[in-house]
C-alpha cells in the first residue's frame, strides 16, 4: 500500500451453470470454465468418476445485505487479529483481506481457514516479480496454472484483485510503467487460463484507485470487459488533505466507471487518517455504504501504517465505528448464501 500518495486521495453443461458461470458474454462470470476435476474411484473392477460439485459463487456476487470487511497485519496466518477487532467493534468481519506476491505459493490451508472462520477471502494479487507484459505473453503460466489448480481443489469462494490500483504510479505494473492495453491483456490472460483449468470460485474484482490524485488517467482503458470481472473494488482513503466526505472521495470514480460498466462496488481499501473529522467519516461511510444498492460492502484497512488507519486510533473513532457497525444492513450470513 502507497497510501499517503493516492489517497486524495470435465462436466456437462447442465452442471457447468449451476457453477455460477454466464449464460453470455465474451467470458462466464466468476471465472466459469469446465468446474472441478472428478475424483476417481474404483467400482466393480473398473473406474467411475464421481463429479465434484463446485462451489457455486452466484449468491455471494449481489447479496442483500453487505460485507463488512477488513484487513490486518500477520493475517491469513493469523487470525487472531479478526477475533479481537470483531470484539472491539462488536461484529465479526465476513471478508478478510490478504496479499499474495506474484510468484508466492497460495496457501490453501489458510484460506480455507479464513472461510471457515466466516470471512470470504479477499486476495490482493500482486505482480511485483513479474511485468504485466510476460503476464500476457504466457511465460508465467505456470504458476498461474498452479495457483489455479490450488483454488480449484480448495473449492472455496475467494475473491481476487489483479494488479490493484493499476491508474496510479505507486506500484510497478502502474499507469508510468506499464500501458493500459497491457493491464487488460494480462487480466483477460490469467482470468482465461483460470477458466481453462476449470475455476468457477473466483470473483473477479478490479480495482482502480480513486481517480482524484490521477485526474489525467482516464479508467475505461483499463476495463476488461464485464465478461471478465464481477466487481469493481475501488480502493481510497479519506486524508487530513483533500476530499472529505463520501461524496468528494469516491463520487468522481462512481461517476466515470458508470459511463462504461454497470458491474456492482465494493469500497476494496478504505480509511481515515487521524483527525477531528475521523469520527464522522466512518460514520458516513459505513451509513452511505449500508445504503446504496450499487455497493456490496466495504474493507477497512486497519493498519498502522504510514499513518494510524485504524479505528480504534482513538477512543472516539473506535465508539463511532461500533455505532455504525450495529446497523442490520451488515447482517450478512456467508453460510446462509451457499
Known amino acids: 500500500m502507497k497510501a499517503l500518495m493516492r489517497m486524495w486521495t470435465v462436466l456437462p453443461a447442465a452442471v457447468l451453470c449451476l457453477a455460477g458461470c454466464a449464460s453470455t458474454g465474451p467470458a462466464p462470470i466468476g471465472a466459469g470454465g469446465n468446474g472441478a476435476q472428478p475424483a476417481a474411484s474404483a467400482s ?12 457455486d459463487v452466484t449468491p455471494l456476487l449481489h447479496p442483500r445485505n453487505k460485507y463488512f470487511g477488513a484487513t490486518f497485519d500477520g493475517v491469513p496466518k493469523d487470525l487472531g487479529p479478526v477475533r479481537r477487532y470483531a470484539s472491539q467493534v462488536g461484529r465479526t468481519p465476513t471478508m478478510l483481506e490478504y496479499y499474495l506476491g506474484w510468484g508466492d505459493e497460495l496457501q490453501t490451508d489458510q484460506t480455507r481457514a479464513v472461510w471457515d472462520n466466516g470471512q470470504l477471502p479477499y486476495i490482493a494479487w500482486e505482480p511485483h516479480k513479474a511485468t504485466l ?14 495457483t489455479a489448480h490450488a483454488l480449484r481443489a480448495l473449492n472455496v469462494p475467494v475473491a481476487i484483485s489483479l494488479a490493484h490500483e493499476m491508474n496510479g504510479n505507486w506500484y510497478p505494473w502502474g499507469h ?132 494510524d488507519w485504524r479505528v480504534d486510533s482513538s477512543p472516539e473513532t473506535l465508539a463511532a465505528f461500533g455505532r455504525a457497525a450495529r446497523n442490520p444492513r451488515y447482517d450478512l450470513d456467508l453460510a446462509a448464501l451457499k
Open 44 to 55: 466393480g473392477g473398473g473406474t467411475t468418476y464421481i463429479p465434484q460439485q463446485p462451489y
Open 133 to 146: 507484459a510476460q503476464i500476457a505473453d504466457g511465460s508465467q503460466d505456470a504458476y498461474i496454472k498452479d
Open 176 to 307: 508510468n510503467k506499464a500501458t493500459a492495453a497491457q493491464f487488460v491483456r494480462a487480466w483477460r490472460h490469467v482470468h482465461d487460463v483460470f477458466q481453462d483449468e476449470g475455476v468457477s470460485t473466483v470473483i473477479w474484482v478490479w480495482s482502480p484507485n480513486i481517480v482524484n490524485p490521477v485526474p489525467r488517467v482516464a479508467l475505461k482503458p483499463y476495463w476488461p470487459g464485464d465478461g471478465y470481472v464481477d466487481w469493481v473494488g475501488v480502493v481510497g482513503y479519506y486524508a487530513r488533505t483533500g476530499a472529505q466526505d463520501f461524496a468528494t472521495l469516491f463520487g468522481p470514480t462512481f461517476r466515470q466507471i458508470r459511463t462504461f460498466t454497470r458491474r456492482p462496488f465494493l469500497l476494496a481499501e478504505t480509511g481515515a487518517q487521524p483527525g477531528p473529522r475521523k469520527s464522522a467519516q466512518i460514520t458516513e461511510l459505513l451509513r452511505t455504504v449500508a445504503s446504496r444498492t450499487d455497493v456490496v460492502g466495504f474493507i477497512w484497512f486497519d493498519l498502522n501504517k504510514e499513518t
